[in-house]
T-cell receptor
Framework: SAVISQKPSRDICQRGTSLTIQCQVD?????MFWYRQQPGQSLTLIAT?????????ESGFVIDKFPISRPNLTFSTLTVSNMSPEDSSIYLC???????????FGQGTRLTVV | RKEVEQDPGPFNVPEGATVAFNCTYS??????FFWYRQDCRKEPKLLMS???SGNEDGRFTAQLNRASQYISLLIRDSKLSDSATYLC??????????FGDGTTLTVKP
């Protein structure tokens, strides 16, 4: 298993501002992902964070809104840009060691945009 | 149609009851399958992997039927501490996880 440190754990932000969430893993992992979980709903994949190259975004998510960095195998950031109240959600970092193995999650970042 | 569909629930059962959750997936190329548990305001945590041969872990039994693209989770002798949302998760060969909407279980005294 992997130990994942995600921060901040929560934040309240003004609309129009941006927030960067960090995800640090205690070991080198192959795959890192960012998910969003809106209130009362399940997890939706935002993007796959690729080491040293641009992230791969899912339908409905774009780089300008959710820029992602992954400078090495153990660290990634997700930025929520130009926030609106609709961005209020829990954002989760996830890692897997190899394809088709289970995913492990960070503790999540609870974002409220006012 | 959603890629992963679960019983909508919620399930409210007394302690000691047996409860079964069902899940279907649409992508026949899916490679691996899991049940996760998510407690309120917490991140999802792996409950168990699901194999075609079926697997059991204490009071929990998971089954996979690839032909029917169907996954199940059986919980026997329910405990109060089993109250949570159970998420059916399917991975593609790209390693991406697709989550069902979750089924909420409440076990009552």
């Amino acid at each position: 298993s992997a130990v994942i440190s995600q921060k901040p754990s929560r934040d309240i932000c003004q609309r129009g501002t941006s927030l960067t969430i960090q995800c640090q893993v205690d070991s080198q992992v192959t795959m890192m992902f960012w998910y969003r979980q809106q209130p009362g709903q399940s997890l939706t994949l935002i993007a796959t964070a690729n080491q040293g190259s641009e992230a791969t975004y899912e339908s409905g998510f774009v780089i300008d809104k959710f820029p992602i960095s992954r400078p090495n195998l153990t660290f990634s950031t997700l930025t929520v840009s130009n926030m609106s109240p609709e961005d209020s959600s829990i954002y989760l970092c996830s890692v897997t060691g190899h394809l088709n193995t289970e995913a492990f999650f960070g503790q999540g970042t609870r974002l409220t945009v006012v | 149609r959603k890629e992963v569909e679960q019983d909508p629930g919620p399930f409210n059962v007394p302690e000691g009851a047996t409860v079964a959750f069902n899940c279907t997936y649409s992508n026949s190329a899916s490679q691996s399958f899991f049940w996760y548990r998510q407690d309120c305001r917490k991140e999802p945590k792996l409950l168990m992997s699901v194999y075609s041969s079926g697997n059991e872990d204490g009071r929990f039994t998971a089954q996979l039927n690839r032909a029917s693209q169907y996954i199940s989770l059986l919980i026997r002798d329910s405990k109060l501490s089993d109250s949570a949302t159970y998420l059916c998760v399917v991975n593609t060969n790209a390693g991406k996880s697709t989550f069902g909407d979750g089924t909420t279980l409440t076990v009552k005294p």
